[in-house]
């Protein structure tokens, strides 16, 4: 895939990459998603800055794009933190000479539990993760993107069918990730017609992420207060839907892979998508449609 988004760069005339000299915060970026939108974006020429709250898979990720020739470094922590958000922002502009190009902010996971029985510690944790972090870390690169010298700046908040659709069990996630859009829109408008920042929402849906996997496999994230988050999905409720009925609300019929939804996301910053602020992006297969 990374080849040839390439190869289509060339033919455009950007042979140095799409993103060439461009700094690129990515959040959440030490493995899935983020980390595949990494690579690829520095592949593109893109400067990337790894944020991750795993230290060691952020440097992971940062060091195997150096290797291949790349340019990034790993700054670790924690979203939910302003001291790390200011430190991230810091760090990202030391390292890109004073500029930052791009947020992406896909840090994230899920905290379910259904109406009745979810606690304000569920509700909180991810409404602030998925709405609140994203709002502080624009706010506080606002510097570096509210500039007129004539380079591009963009900025994509990851959103998700859950917020789109609603989806039983994540009242916490469908109400940030619907939020998420609203946001999208609103720095659009505000920072669009004189700074020239287009800023757009790309929404998942059945994507291959720990998010998705079988709980069983043991997946989890250490929330607040040291608090166990256990990801995934029950491996009983996948089983009590029919193999041959599990992809049946996807056109494509079969989920999308960490690499083709992070394609996504490197379409939407690069010059291809110069046209385009205020939209949300489906990347779903079909699916919903």
Known sequence: MADRVSQIAGQLNYPKGMLAGQVAIITGSGQGIGAEAARLFANEGAKVVVADVDAKKAQDV?????????????VAGDVLDDAYIKKLVQEAAAFGNGKIHIIVNNAGYTWDGVIHKMTDKQWHTIVDLHGTAPFKLIREAAPFFR??????????????????????????????????????????????????????????????????????????????????????????????????LKHADIALRRPGTASEAASAVLGVCSPLFSYVTGQTIMVTGGRNM
């Open 62 to 74: 940062a060091d195997s794009i150096t290797k291949a020739g790349g340019s990034a470094i790993a």
């Open 147 to 244: 500039v007129k010298d004539g380079e591009p700046r963009n900025i994509v908040n990851i959103s998700s069918t859950s917020g789109i659709h609603g989806n039983a069990g994540q009242i916490n996630y469908a109400l940030a990730k619907a939020g998420v859009a609203g946001m999208t829109k609103t720095i659009a408008k505000e920072w669009g017609p004189a700074f020239g920042v287009r800023a757009n929402t790309v929404a998942f849906g059945h994507i291959q992420t720990r998010l998705t996997q079988a709980k069983e496999k043991g997946a989890f994230i250490t929330g607040p207060d040291g608090t166990k988050i256990d990801l995934g999905i029950p491996e009983a409720s996948s089983k009590a839907v029919p193999d041959a």
